[in-house]
């Protein structure tokens, strides 16, 4: 029985979102689709500005970061590192992700491009996990 219930909340909250994403288009607000943001060049996804969305809360664990998505499910992100952490620790709404890279490039005594590559794989991954946003207008 917890199937159909289940689908049910899917369903509304995917019809909320919809509509939320309606009525920002129809004032001028452009969103991104996954698609774009996935096959985006890295000169334009660097001018992304990473966060953290709104209503999830970040869940630090012995050896790993967790996070409880509003609809109250539990996921891993991603097990404690030293990178790691200061990547995620980076997303906070002002960084773009090219600046994030290069902070984490100096830290980790890694060319500039390497410490790209981890802020964006990462980005990438809490995006897709329903956890980073892009909070910046941006143009794919």
């Given at each position: 029985m917890a199937q159909p219930e289940h689908g049910r909340?899917?369903?509304f909250n995917q019809l909320a979102r919809d509509l939320l994403v309606g009525a920002g288009e129809?004032?001028?607000i452009r969103h991104i689709t996954y698609g774009e943001l996935m096959s985006a060049p890295d000169d334009r996804l660097g001018k992304v500005t990473p966060g953290i969305r709104e209503g999830v809360?970040?869940?630090a664990g012995e050896g790993a970061v967790g996070a409880m998505l509003p609809d109250g499910s539990e996921i891993s992100l991603f097990d404690k590192s030293d990178v790691a952490l200061l990547?995620?620790?980076?997303?906070?709404g002002q960084r773009t992700l090219d600046r994030i890279g290069e902070a984490v490039a100096g830290a980790?005594?890694?060319?500039?491009e390497r410490g790209f590559a981890a802020a964006r794989a990462l980005f990438l991954k809490l995006t897709c996990a329903?956890?980073?946003v892009v909070c910046n207008s941006w143009e794919p």
């Open positions: 909340r899917r369903f129809v004032r001028g809360r970040i869940l990547i995620f620790n980076s997303f906070d980790m005594h890694w060319p500039p329903g956890v980073a």
